[in-house]
């Protein structure tokens, strides 16, 4: 059956095969001016690379830190502080302690610790699988800040709903979620900092040492690091699920050899990445390859269509720092759960989202 292309990247981002399409852009102009969706679109590794390295693109619009629907509220007080939503010295600084920290992390010993806990919850169905590909790495990013397992469910369900905030798909009553979720993520954190025991070795412990660099935005931070790998590494899981049963041979392959886990995820993250695209607003007037983008524009960067390692972490000053930990992540969890896998009849379709690709399974019928 051949499916219809996706109308624009954003409907591209959930429709069942839209890699045909993204090359089709990769092909095209880097920059181009995109009338139906009134923004500018960066595509192919060129246009990709361009906008993300260019000084003059920013990630968010000049003069609103904030976007407005957020503004006063909790959830705006925890945006207006993230790396992932400034430029400059508000973002270099406290970026190079939280890659310092995210760097120090054990992979070994956290592959390790992740293998126990996702051997502990093997989804035994479409509806487990679900849950588990979400609350499995925030389970682990709790666990590396350093709150106690009991805590864990509670900061997990947190940063689900904090996350709606982020999304322009969100309605009235997930924003009020979202809001709530905002200022119980504050206090969990807050209360773990002012406790003072942080255990050693864990990430807060590391990010506490720096708290001058930190500033004002250090609980804030804390809170990105679990609402920046709630979606993304959900994606990446259930992306990795669709390529075991797209291709089967892989998991007798990689049953024989477990060290090329890695190499896999590779090339999911490659060739059907969780995150599509991204976005960058001019200050400047920016050129590339003989196209003048003017100040004051939008542009959507569609990192899906680039085709490399672009395709999945960013790339230039925003680049992701967790792109380690989400692998170790997804490889152990992936290893835990294959023999089950191998057994769910699955069948899936995606989230409702304009920027993450992350599968929503349900039982199939057994061939
Ligand atoms: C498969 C999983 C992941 C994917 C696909 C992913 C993807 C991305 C992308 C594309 C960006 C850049 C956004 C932009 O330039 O506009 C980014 C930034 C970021 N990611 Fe990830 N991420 C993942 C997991 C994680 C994890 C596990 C963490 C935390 C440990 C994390 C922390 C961050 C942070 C803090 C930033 C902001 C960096 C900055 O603005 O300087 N990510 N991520």
């Known amino acids: 059956m051949h499916l219809a292309d996706p109308a624009d990247p954003f409907s591209a981002v959930t429709h069942a095969a839209p890699y045909d399409y993204y090359r089709r852009l990769a092909d095209g102009p880097p920059l181009r001016f995109d009338a139906a969706l009134d923004c500018w679109l960066a595509t192919g590794a060129a246009g990709v690379q ?25 959830c705006g007080a925890i945006f207006a502080e993230l790396v992932r939503m400034n430029d400059g010295e508000r973002h270099a600084v406290p970026k190079q302690v939280l890659a310092r920290a995210l760097a120090q992390v054990d992979l070994a010993r956290l592959q390790r610790q992740v293998a126990h806990l996702a051997g502990d919850r093997v989804p035994a169905s479409a ?25 864990w469910p509670a900061l997990a369900a947190w940063t689900r709903d904090f996350v709606a905030c982020l999304s322009p798909l969100s309605n009235g009553e997930q924003l009020a979620g979202a809001q709530e979720a905002a200022d119980s993520l504050l206090q969990g954190l807050g209360h773990l900092l002012r406790e003072g025991n942080a255990r050693p070795g864990s990430l807060l412990a590391s990010i506490a040492t720096e708290t001058d660099a930190m500033g004002s935005g250090l609980l804030a931070n804390l809170v990105g690091l679990l609402s920046q790998t709630c979606d993304a590494t959900a994606g990446l899981l259930g992306n990795a699920i669709v390529a075991l049963h797209a291709q089967p041979e892989l998991l007798a392959q990689l049953r024989a050899s477990p060290e090329r886990w890695p190499a896999m995820l590779r090339e999911v993250s490659r060739h059907d990445p969780s995150i599509h695209n991204t976005r960058r607003y001019t200050v400047d007037v920016v050129e590339c390859d003989g196209v003048r983008v003017p100040a004051g524009q939008m542009i959507v960067v569609v990192l899906a269509s680039a085709g490399h390692a672009e395709s999945g972490f960013g790339h230039g000053r925003h680049v992701c720092p967790g792109q380690s930990i989400a692998h170790a992540i997804a490889a ?34 057994i061939a």
């Open 332 to 365: 152990a969890c992936l290893q835990a759960w294959a023999d089950r896998l191998e057994d769910l009849p699955l069948t899936w379709s995606y989230l409702p989202s304009l920027n993450a690709r992350i599968p929503v399974f349900s039982m199939g019928e």
């Open 50 to 74: 361009a906008v993300l390295e260019h000084p003059a693109c920013r990630v968010r619009p000049p003069g609103l830190g904030v976007p407005q629907n957020l503004a006063g509220t909790p």
């Open 127 to 151: 509806a487990q699988l679900n849950e588990a590909i979400f609350q499995l790495p925030l389970f682990v990013m709790a666990h590396l800040l350093g709150f106690a397992p009991a805590q």
